[in-house]
């Protein structure tokens, strides 16, 4: 087999399929993080229908990533990387350093619901990336979600009050980082203390933020809490919502 087939098939095989070099009337590049995990992995088959759609709509080259070896390599040739449910706290060193690398070069970052977690301490640089930690979530509940900033294209596809279904993830800010709210959740619509026997759930009160951006090293960096389960990727306005966020990120307007 010709060397060239032979690469794309280890490729696939490896659960990444080949970037060629950007078409005439393509865009620019991006990588997905899709990995597997105890609590997600149904979502994946979904959603990545979904942004195959996106990218012939939007004319972008998609890259689609089951486990971090590209972070390994040279990430220059994407206009942003998206780690969809897909922690850094998976990552190796090597990985760790590539991410590193990528975004003190001027790369982008989105980072999507459980992406968000990371153990407390074990890559700080990481943590700060993201902009707030986990704390925890009560159980899955409807609540009304609203725009924080009506300027960011992640909410122009959005109703100003938004009824929406997911974890409502409560978080911490142990680094002190400063970020843009982008949507908000209000928790008088929904029990924040609704959760399973043993664990303590609180709520955060007015300033409850589930999307937010922010600068970092010399990159963008979007994130949103929102997108727990696989049916929400065939979602036309959660789609908008994250399509909105990734541009943004890949451009910067």
């Known amino acids: 087999m010709p060397l060239k087939k032979t690469l794309a098939a280890a490729a696939i ?10 078409a005439a009337d393509t865009q620019f590049a991006i990588l997905v993080l899709a990995m597997p995990t105890k609590y997600h992995y149904e979502y994946i088959p979904v959603a990545r229908e979904s942004f195959e759609k996106l990218a012939k709509l939007h004319a972008f080259e998609l890259t689609w990533a089951a486990q ?29 350093a590539g991410f590193e690398r990528y975004m003190k070069a001027g790369g982008n970052a989105v980072v999507v619901h459980r992406a968000i977690i ?7 640089w990481y943590e700060k990336l993201v902009g707030r ?44 980082v400063k970020v843009n709210p982008v949507l908000n959740v209000d928790e008088r619509t929904y029990d924040p203390t609704k959760i399973w026997p043993g664990q303590v759930a609180k709520g ?18 979007f994130v949103t809490a929102l997108g727990h389960n696989g049916v929400m ?10 399509w909105g966020g990734i541009w943004w990120a890949a451009i910067g307007r």
């Open 13 to 22: 095989a490896l659960g990444t399929a080949a970037t060629p070099t950007l």
């Open 68 to 96: 971090p070896w590209a972070f390994e390599g040279d990430l220059s040739k994407y206009a942003a990387v998206v780690l969809l449910n897909s922690s850094g706290e998976e990552f190796n060193e090597a990985q760790r």
């Open 204 to 221: 955060m009160g007015a300033d409850h933020p589930v999307s937010w951006w922010h600068q970092f090293e010399k990159g963008r960096v």
């Open 118 to 124: 990371s153990k407390p301490g074990l890559w700080p």
């Open 133 to 176: 930690s986990f704390v925890i979530h009560p159980m899955l509940q409807t609540a009304v979600v609203t725009k924080a900033d009506a300027s960011h294209p992640a909410t122009f596809g959005l109703p100003d009050k938004w009824v929406w279904s997911d974890e409502w993830y409560e978080f911490s800010n142990p680094h002190g």
């Open 233 to 242: 990727y065939r979602d036309e306005r959660y789609l908008d919502h994250l």
